[in-house]
């Protein structure tokens, strides 16, 4: 990767981040977002930084074994970007936010815990698929990030209960607009509840499957 491609990505990130920020997607110093770089190592966002006032040279530089290189301390939730990249070597960036309407699904006792969101619309099921749900975990406890890697190998999303959403994506683009979709869909879900809506058929969901894989 060029040292030009490198500055794009660091501009993308504060960019990308302080338009999530902006529409009140995530607020104070929480959420994160990190990028793969072609040589193995990541672009992460900072510990205590806000996303919406990045500055693009000071996000940390990992290596391939996660050793930071430059830039500030990487954020604490580092770990949970890890565990999934273990488990996902297709996927190249990952967001995690504590956005409201998808941390509200998450602390609603009766939802499904394989898939915490029905399949509401198109673009949700294109996007984000099945969402499982992490049982709670105590901030910054490494078990949360075993939990995360247990689920990472089969799902681009995951839910943490009473926490927030860990979205993979092909690229950064792909990871922010899967995490928005997600985002959306919590709050359709939320405007729906006790409604009875009616969600896609698993033949619907077949056939965008079919024609829409993800990544
Ligand atoms: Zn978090």
Redesign the pocket.
Known sequence: MSAHDETRLREQISTLGRSLFDRGLTMGS?GNISVRLDDGGWLMTPTNACLGRLDPARISRMDRDGWLLDGDKPTK?SFLHMAMYAERPQSGAIV?L?STHSVAVSCLPEIDPDDCIPPLTAYYVMRVGKLPLVPYHL?GDPSLGDAVRGLAGAHSAVLLAN??PVVAGKSLEAAVYATEELEETAKLFLLLHGRNPRALTPEQIAELEARFPRD
Do not use: A, K, R
Request: charged share 15%.
């Open positions: 929480s939730e995690h504590h901030p926490h927030g």
